[in-house]
């Protein structure tokens, strides 16, 4: 079975890069429609919100690269970052992790979440009363 997911900072990018293209695209429609002025300024208007849309998530990745953990992927040997507790490797998606305990335990997105570890922990206090 292939793992659906990739890595975190891979997707970011994907989707900032879909924006501005999806902004350009938006702006060359507007170009069609010269004879409707408010049209125009519409879409040109819509272009320049995906544009700006995308730079501020440009920025985002910035911020987040640097908190992401650098490793080398111990399955093709190249560095990568890692993002949260679990993430897949930038180059061949092989999943990484950076909790010991979570070692060897099959791939879920679920440990990323906050509410997961909270019920976790509820769980664990429930057992020793
Ligand atoms: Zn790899």
């Not at 049209?39 to 208007?45: C, D, S």
């Not at 061949?92 to 906050?114: A, I, M, R």
């Amino acid at each position: 079975m292939k793992l659906k997911y990739s890595n975190k900072i891979n997707k970011i990018r994907t989707v900032a890069l879909a924006l501005i293209f999806a902004g350009m695209i938006i702006m060359y429609i507007g170009l069609l429609f010269k004879n409707y002025e408010w049209v125009m300024v519409l879409f040109m208007f819509l272009g320049l919100i995906a544009i700006v849309l995308s730079t501020v998530i440009y920025f985002w990745i910035g911020l987040l690269s640097t908190r992401a953990v650098q490793v080398v992927c111990p399955e093709c040997e190249r560095p990568t970052k890692v993002l949260g507790r679990v993430d897949a490797c930038m180059f061949c998606k092989q999943p990484l992790t950076l909790d010991p305990n979570l070692e060897g335990e099959e791939f879920d997105e679920k440990y990323n979440s906050k509410k997961y570890w909270k019920e976790q922990e509820k769980k664990k206090n429930s057992n020793e009363d």
